[in-house]
């Protein structure tokens, strides 16, 4: 479904150690990857984020299979948003889009973290689960709230897939049939979820779906997504969320290319941080670039024009959704 397995990147002890010498000043991190739990500097970077305070939000998305007890108590502990990718709640659905994956390993993992989270009672956390809808796994989206009840997620994020090589079979905006089939039964996934206690969480193209179709009260219950990459960068430096994405200005995302961009949906790279270091690229000229002409809607010809789209138009379409 992406094609970040075929970059043979880990990161290096320079980019490790310039990362942690940040930490003092950082509001929030996402660590993603790839796959973080296979990083080997990402045990000790993450146990020093933990220790900055400054670091509200701390988040992990993975794809659960290579957790460890100990690192669930970690997260449980320390309310670490945890979010796993589950793109099919069947075995052969799920290990037929992730390839290499185990169905019975996830569900041994999913069992242990809210295992971890009924033991403590954590009071206030965020548990998501990721669902990309696929061809191949459109027809598993009605048990998708159950499932996710069971292994105690409090949040489903719905996602549509982003093209790319690997994942135009699997896009399902051209099949009337499937998109039908989606729309007829959103009113009962809304519903499903919202009676578990699950919000769900939007992209706009599933958004304006479920408006169209749901029924009022369990939409109102879904909240809208800027990008599949929950930022909030819609908010602008300047606190007016419709006029800046405030990304360049506010973030900083380091992908498995080796290269750096403001956010994950921008799509000209700001500068690379195998040869640069964090400081350079922070500072490059592509990222003044961004700085400079993103408060135009016309003359920008760095940003990714559909993400300009949702960035400057989140606000509206959610007063719209609701
Ligand atoms: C790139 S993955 C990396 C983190 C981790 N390895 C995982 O599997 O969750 C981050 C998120 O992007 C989603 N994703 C992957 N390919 C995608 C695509 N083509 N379109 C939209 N989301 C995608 C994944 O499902 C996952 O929730
Ligand atoms: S492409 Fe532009 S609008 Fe989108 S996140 Fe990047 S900087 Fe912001």
Same mark, same amino acid.
């Given at each position: 479904m992406c094609d970040t397995h075929k970059n043979n990147f880990d990161l290096g002890k320079t980019t490790a150690d310039e990362i942690e010498k940040l930490f003092p000043y950082l509001e929030g991190i996402s660590w993603l990857g790839?796959?973080?739990?296979?990083?080997?500097r990402f045990d000790h970077l993450f146990e020093q984020a933990?220790?900055?305070?400054?670091?509200?939000t701390n988040e992990i998305i993975t794809n659960?299979?290579?957790?460890t007890e100990k690192t669930i108590d970690k997260i449980v502990a320390n309310k670490v948003k945890l979010t796993v990718s589950v793109d099919g709640v069947t075995k052969n659905i799920y290990e037929g889009i992730r390839k290499g994956g185990n169905f019975e390993v996830l569900q041994k993992k999913l069992h242990m973290i809210s295992e971890a989270y009924s033991r403590t009672h954590t009071e206030a956390y965020v548990l998501q689960l990721n669902h990309v809808v696929l061809k191949s796994n459109y027809k598993d989206l009605i048990r998708l709230p159950d499932f996710a009840r069971k292994y105690g997620f409090n949040r489903i994020s719905l996602m549509r897939c982003i093209p790319s090589p690997v994942a135009n079979n699997e896009?399902?905006?051209?099949d009337l049939a499937i998109m039908g089939y989606i729309k007829g039964i959103m009113p009962q996934v809304l519903d499903r979820a919202q009676k578990n206690g699950i919000t769900m969480l939007l992209d706009r193209f599933y958004g304006n779906m479920a408006f169209n179709n749901g029924k009022k009260s369990s939409v109102q219950q879904s909240q809208y997504l800027d990008s599949g990459c929950d930022t909030?960068?819609? *908010?602008?430096?300047?606190?007016?969320? *419709? =006029?800046?994405?405030s990304a360049p200005w506010k973030r900083f995302t380091l992908l498995t290319d080796g290269f750096v961009y403001? =956010?994950? =949906?921008?799509?000209?790279?700001?500068?690379?941080f195998i040869k640069q270091s964090i400081a350079e690229t922070w500072n490059s000229s592509i990222m003044q670039q961004y700085r400079a002409t993103l408060?135009?809607?016309?003359?920008?010809?760095?940003?990714?024009k559909e993400c300009m789209k949702n960035k400057y138009y989140a606000n509206n379409v959610q007063k719209y959704i609701l």
């Amino acid at each position: 479904m992406c094609d970040t397995h075929k970059n043979n990147f880990d990161l290096g002890k320079t980019t490790a150690d310039e990362i942690e010498k940040l930490f003092p000043y950082l509001e929030g991190i996402s660590w993603l990857g790839g796959e973080v739990f296979l990083a080997k500097r990402f045990d000790h970077l993450f146990e020093q984020a933990l220790r900055h305070k400054n670091i509200r939000t701390n988040e992990i998305i993975t794809n659960g299979l290579l957790l460890t007890e100990k690192t669930i108590d970690k997260i449980v502990a320390n309310k670490v948003k945890l979010t796993v990718s589950v793109d099919g709640v069947t075995k052969n659905i799920y290990e037929g889009i992730r390839k290499g994956g185990n169905f019975e390993v996830l569900q041994k993992k999913l069992h242990m973290i809210s295992e971890a989270y009924s033991r403590t009672h954590t009071e206030a956390y965020v548990l998501q689960l990721n669902h990309v809808v696929l061809k191949s796994n459109y027809k598993d989206l009605i048990r998708l709230p159950d499932f996710a009840r069971k292994y105690g997620f409090n949040r489903i994020s719905l996602m549509r897939c982003i093209p790319s090589p690997v994942a135009n079979n699997e896009l399902i905006e051209n099949d009337l049939a499937i998109m039908g089939y989606i729309k007829g039964i959103m009113p009962q996934v809304l519903d499903r979820a919202q009676k578990n206690g699950i919000t769900m969480l939007l992209d706009r193209f599933y958004g304006n779906m479920a408006f169209n179709n749901g029924k009022k009260s369990s939409v109102q219950q879904s909240q809208y997504l800027d990008s599949g990459c929950d930022t909030n960068s819609a *908010e602008s430096v300047y606190g007016k969320r *419709e =006029d800046y994405c405030s990304a360049p200005w506010k973030r900083f995302t380091l992908l498995t290319d080796g290269f750096v961009y403001p =956010d994950c =949906d921008c799509v000209v790279p700001a500068g690379g941080f195998i040869k640069q270091s964090i400081a350079e690229t922070w500072n490059s000229s592509i990222m003044q670039q961004y700085r400079a002409t993103l408060g135009r809607k016309s003359g920008n010809s760095l940003c990714n024009k559909e993400c300009m789209k949702n960035k400057y138009y989140a606000n509206n379409v959610q007063k719209y959704i609701l």
